[in-house]
């Protein structure tokens, strides 16, 4: 992310436009948060964050103004040897001569919005926090299955995309195949969308590359969902010992977010689909606070202490 990307950005309308400073646009963000520079305009620098972007808005531009100029090139100078990411002007504003000069000179990008301070402050702040949060992109499949996005992984060619397609035809939606893009969004959840090439497509092999959308309409697909549940497709193993209660539940990690994760050996006879959607039903259910397999467990527990205790008294 960098100062050129705030120029061309067109979705949360920032409207920005370049004043001066065009040798530092490759100056690289890494902050969501901007600052009001206020004190730091008077050559008190204490608590200037060199990282952020820096707003001023009518206040500052007037206060730079009413200085004499050769104080207001002192106090700039100052602010200006710090390494700065960039000036961004509010309302359209003006800039004075000498800091057009200066920020030419020290390449620091001054930008002017014609948004008010405020509503740009929120603008920007929202766009910096969705552009800068971590992203990863894993192999597997991502489906909304009755509201809980099901991010299904798993070997190459244990039947990811199959599964996916019987869900979207019991009336289930997808999000991704194949390749999923992820992104970390704060506090701690996660949104999983497709690549713009493979969006609403999915590859089946033996019948090829097929448009969901094109298919069976717009209600089978979503263009991107909070991953709420990993199910992992596993070979079936007779030597293998599976979780046959699930009273403990496994997690997950992505980008340090712990998720649910659930490990379904795949072998000729078992309903994939079903399962699934049963694992999603079970989801919303342990959401809603009922843990079956940990309630039957102490039901189970509670009788056979009752017998224990029987068989003490005879």
């Known amino acids: 992310m960098t100062i050129n990307n705030l120029l061309t950005e067109t979705e ?9 400073g065009s040798r530092g646009l490759d100056n690289k963000l890494t902050s969501p948060r901007i600052q009001k520079p206020g004190l730091a305009l008077t050559g008190y620098t204490e608590h200037l964050h060199p990282g952020r972007i820096q707003v ?17 090139r ?30 030419e000179s020290a390449g620091i990008p001054l930008l002017v919005s014609p948004h008010q301070s405020s509503t740009f402050i929120s603008l920007i702040t929202k766009f910096l926090e969705e552009s ?3 992203k990863t992109h ?50 701690a959840s996660l949104v999983g969308m497709a690549g713009e090439l493979l ?14 959308k094109d298919l069976f309409g717009v209600s089978s697909i979503r263009e991107k969902k909070i991953i709420d549940l990993v199910i992992e497709l596993v070979d079936w193993d007779a030597n293998h010992e599976y979780d046959r209660l699930g009273i403990d539940d496994a997690v997950y990690t992505i ?13 000729p006879g078992r309903n994939l689909t079903s399962i699934i959607e049963v694992a999603a ?21 509670s009788r056979l202490e009752v017998r224990h205790l029987g068989d003490e008294v005879e």
């Open 12 to 20: 949360y309308g920032l409207n920005l436009t370049l004043v001066a």
């Open 56 to 72: 001023l808005g009518n206040t500052e531009i007037s206060y730079l103004r009413q200085l004499p100029q050769d104080k207001a």
């Open 74 to 103: 002192e106090y700039l100078s100052i602010l200006c040897s710090f390494p700065l990411i960039a000036f961004i002007m509010t309302k359209g504003l003006e800039a004075p001569d000498f800091l057009k000069e200066i920020s």
């Open 132 to 134: 800068l949060l971590p």
């Open 138 to 187: 894993l192999h597997g499949v991502l489906v909304d299955v009755l509201g809980v996005g099901v991010f299904l992984v798993g070997k190459s060619g244990i039947g990811k995309s199959e599964c996916a397609l019987d869900l979207i035809l019991k009336g289930n939606r997808l999000v991704a195949d194949d390749i999923v893009f992820i992104r970390k969004k704060m506090p």
């Open 199 to 212: 969006q609403y497509h999915m590859e089946i092999r033996g019948l090829g590359i097929i448009n969901i």
């Open 255 to 267: 980008l340090d977010v712990d998720l649910p994760h659930l490990k379904i050996p795949v072998r």
């Open 281 to 301: 039903r079970n989801y919303l259910l342990k959401g809603m606070g009922y843990h079956s397999a940990r309630e039957f467990h102490e039901q189970l527990m």
